[in-house]
């Protein structure tokens, strides 16, 4: 599945070599598949879901196409145009209420080199759903609470904040927050985690809007290296 250093979704890739008196380097790419799920935009108090790819590579890609396992073949978006990451963009309506169809995706990667090399990554039928934040609050000494309901089955969490530019539309992170866990017994029910104000803005009259976004994490195994599913949610704050 998804090979994890989370948001953005960063994996690590390895160069090829072959050759004989001299070596040649192979173009080489990472792709991986994963369920993602989100509040319904027109019922908040259910999960939608949808499958999504990932292609990363050192190497500069042309383009990407995923054959899905009913036959159905995509083109995925060059992300950065530049030719190193590849993805699927799903719109939140074109989620849907039955989780994706478990199974073998086969990706054809077309490199700028005029390479051309298929890779495979297998989806189980495991999947988790959003999580449902409860409140995010301003409280005293500059720190702001966010509190969440648990999602059953979930391995762990990880926050990212963000501001939006309202005149250039443009959206920062300003903090990323790596995956952490519930490490009480029994786990809770209902969780919570403490955002200084610094996470934010140094400013301290800063009258932007900011997001606060909640993934929920499942991992494919104990080792917590490979993803198979995560659950978003999110939700503004100002200051």
Not at 40 to 63: E, R
Not at 68 to 87: C, E, I, R
Not at 143 to 160: F, H, M, P, R
Not at 194 to 201: E, G, I, K, T
Request: charged residues 15%; contains cysteine.
């Amino acid at each position: 599945m998804n090979k994890l250093i989370l948001f953005a979704l960063g994996i690590a890739v390895v160069i090829g070599f072959t050759g004989c008196e001299k070596a040649t380097v192979v173009s080489t790419a990472t792709a991986d598949v994963f369920i993602r799920s989100i509040k319904s935009p027109k019922d908040t108090s259910i999960s939608v879901y949808s499958v999504v790819h990932t292609v990363i590579s050192y190497d500069l890609m042309a383009n990407v196409s995923v054959v899905a396992p009913n036959g159905v073949t995509s083109q995925l978006v060059d992300y950065d145009k530049l030719g190193n990451s590849f993805y699927n963009l799903v719109a939140d309506s074109l989620y849907s209420p039955t989780p994706p169809t478990p199974g073998t995706y086969n990706y054809t990667v077309a490199f700028k080199d005029k390479e051309v090399i298929t890779y495979s990554n297998s989806l189980s039928s495991s999947y988790i759903t959003a999580p449902t934040i409860t409140s995010l609050v301003k409280a005293v000494a500059d720190t702001i609470y966010l509190k969440w309901n648990a999602v059953a089955n979930a391995d762990g969490y990880q926050i990212k904040i963000t501001k939006l530019d309202t005149i250039t539309k443009v959206v920062t992170q300003l903090k990323y927050i790596q995956p952490f866990t519930d490490s009480s017994t029994p786990k809770k029910a209902k969780l919570y985690f403490s955002l200084p104000r610094s996470y934010f803005s140094l400013l301290l009259n800063n009258t932007e809007t900011y997001s606060v976004q909640l993934d929920a994490l499942l991992f494919e195994n104990s080792t917590s290296t490979y993803l198979q599913a995560i659950g978003t949610a999110s939700r503004n704050i100002k200051f």
